[in-house]
Each structure stands twice: as structure tokens, then as C-alpha cells.
């Protein structure tokens, strides 16, 4: 049996799902030494609501963090995570900004794009696959899991297959509501294992309290490489603790060969850091490390509960929180089971909580809603209710094919409409991916660039005047 390999998240998932991914740059680089001498299979660093979160909160800017981060940990592949047709931004893009920016991410520093698509659309990632591997990126391909009578073993096998088929280097099981359970994991990596030729990774989170059984279970099956996240920012709703696994396994046929006293040293760099969240803020220990069984009884993730928490209270409407659970399965059912994740999530949610308040189900649609039954997000994974979906959207024709096969090229539209700000290739797609936000970024770099005293903008540090 293969050593198992380890993917860490402390530098993306694991603040992203404890601390609203409010790390800094200057608070990972003091850990990047010891980091890129302990061998890890990679080390996720990008992606997900890192680019986002940069330009709008921390005046970042994100691709100054890759390179940075590149130059600080030569010997280790970095990692990204990618939303398909989406790529971080939370709409399709045309083909011409995918492709680019997977190059500019490989470019940059990336060795491993992970891909998924919240539909698991294989057509909503094809064009991000095909271009991780024409600018020579490890194409990781994820699997977006869930349980419903359609998302049988079955289901994801044959899924995993087509996802080889297309050209993935590396098969991922994305649990991202933490759903797969010890003995069900054991069974699907045993499957998937079979099947396939290529690496298998398992990417899980703690939420419900089974995400270290899920990986040991999944290990024990053979599977290749698997997420953990370093203790100070690991387990609850982050990946299972780096240490522990590792503890776990030495001396068995599934040794890590990863060394415990130099994850002890990092882990206590990054002490400081998860204790700085926590004081401003950002991380609830109570919260983030809390076990909720609620994810296993209503199959709804963790983010998407605090969300309907948060609708319901708005509107005064607490008492009706079980009937808003019990609601979700429906309207999910009606809308052809889609995984909970973003933004399937939030629109499954919404209905949900108007089709209890409204007193009359789908009596009020938000649009977002019309969009997924209508196929602007992709093919659905099983039949949608007809007569409702004829209610809601009359005549008007449905998407059977990719929807970016609608869009238009759009890099020198954007380009354009920010020729005076543009200092480097990348600005054009923080520019498409937020707008706004990036706008605002570019004015306030131009600013502290006119300033007179240097000291006022650190360029490595991207500090600016507020």
C-alpha cells in the first residue's frame, strides 16, 4: 500500500469555512519555510473566496498573494479551487476569460487547478480542464457530493468516469457539507478505485463530527491523497486536523511518512493568527467547532443553515424554521435534486423559506430560481417537476445546451473598459470576475501610487492608504 498524501487548506478552506477567509498575506508568510520542507502532496492557496475576499476586504490583491506565496514555497505544488464555467466569480463566463484565467493562474504559480461545477455539469468544466492542461496545469477534477434517490454509488461512478474520460489527471470527491459518512466512503473509494487509473482525493470537513472516521475509512480503501487542515484553523467546519491524521496513521501500511514535531512548529505559527480571527471577530470557536447533526438530518451545509437563520429572523419568522427544513427536501425534489452548494444552495433555501412564508407554495419566484429550472446554470441531475416548471415559466423556452455557448467572447470589452487603470495581464480578470470591487481596488492603487511619500504603499505588502 502507497503512504497516503495530504493536501493542507490552512492557507485557503480552512480559514475561508472558520474565519470568512480573512487571512492576510503577512500572516502566512512567517509559516512558509517550514511549510514547504514537510512534503505535502500540495498546498491549497487560492481560489474559492480568496480572490474575492482580497480585492474587497483585505486590499490585497490576489495576484500578488500567488506570486508572493509561489516565490516563499518553491519545492511545494500550490493548489486552487475552481468554479467551473464560473471561474471565481459568481456567474459563466465566455470561453475566452476561462481559458484566461486558468493561464494567468498557472502563470502565476498554480500547479493544480481543482475544478467543479455546482450541477456537476461536466459541460460547465470543460473548457477550464482543457485549458489546465494546454498550459501544462495537473487537471483535478471534482465531483460535487450529495445524498438523493439520483446520487446513488452509482451515480458517482459513472460520473467519475466520464470526468477521466474528459481528461482529469486526479478524481475528487468534494463533500462539502460533510455527508459522506465513514462506511459509505469506504464503499465508494473501494468502487471508484476500481474503476479508475487516475489518483483519487477525498476533500471533507468536520462539520458533523464524522469527518476524521470518513477519512480514515476512505484511506483504508485505498484512497491516494486526502484534505486536512493544520489544528490551529482544522477540524468543525474546516477540513479533519492535520496531526491527528497523521498521528493516526504512523506505523501502519498507511504511514503519511510526515513528520509531527515540524506540523507542531507550524501549528504553533498559526496559533497567533486563528487566535487574531477570533478577536476580531471573524472566528466563532463556539460556532465553527460545534458539531451539527442538523447537516446530516436535513442535508443542508453549514453556511446555508446560518443563512436561513438569518432570512428568518429578518422577517420575524423564527417559529417557522422546522417547516422551512422540511420544505428544502420538496423543493429541491422539484427542482431536480441539485447539490447544496453555491449558489444551488442559496436558491434551494430561498424558495424554500418563501414557499413557507408566502403561505402558498411558489407563490413568489425570485428570478434565480426561474434561472436554474430554465437550465442557465446547467443540466439539472434529474427530471424537474414539469407542471410546475410550466407554472413558473410559461412558454418560455428552456437551455438544453452548455449555457456559455451563449456568451459572446468578452476579454476586450472588459479591457477596454479599463484601459487607465491597467498595470499588469491580470487586472482584466479581477475586473470581470467583481467589477466594483475591483474598480475601487485599481483607484485606490492609482491614488497611493501619486502619493508623494513611498512609504505610504508597500507594493509586496499591498498596503494603502484606507
Partial sequence: MAKVKI????????????AATRMRLEEMLPACEKLDKVGYFSLEVW???????????LNEDPWVRLRVLRKALPNTKLQMLLRGQNTLG??????DVVDFFVKKSIDNGIDIVRTFDALNDLRNMETA????KQYNGVAEVAMSYTISPVHTEEYFVNLAKDIESMGADIVCIKDMANLLLPYPAYSLVKKLKAALKVPVVLHTHNTTGTGDMTLLKAVEAGVDIVDTALSPLGSGTAQPATEALVATLQGTEYDTGLDLNLLSDIADIFRPVAERLTKDGWRDPARVLAVDVNTLRYQVPGGMLSNLIGQLKQANAMDKFYDVLAEIPRVREDFGYPPLVTP???IVGTQAVMNVLGGERYKMVPNESKALLRGEYGRLPAPVNEPLRKQILGDTPIITHRPADDLQPELDKYRKEIAEYIQQDEDVLSYASFPQVALKFFQNRQAAELKTDPTLYDKEKQVMPV
Fill in 47 to 57: 481560489g474559492g473566496a480568496t480572490f474575492d475576499t482580497c480585492l474587497r476586504f
Fill in 129 to 132: 480542464v482543457r485549458a489546465t
Fill in 90 to 95: 459568481y456567474k459563466h463566463y465566455a470561453d
Fill in 344 to 346: 444551488t444552495s442559496q
Fill in 7 to 18: 493536501t493542507d487548506t490552512i492557507l485557503r478552506d480552512a480559514h475561508q469555512s472558520q
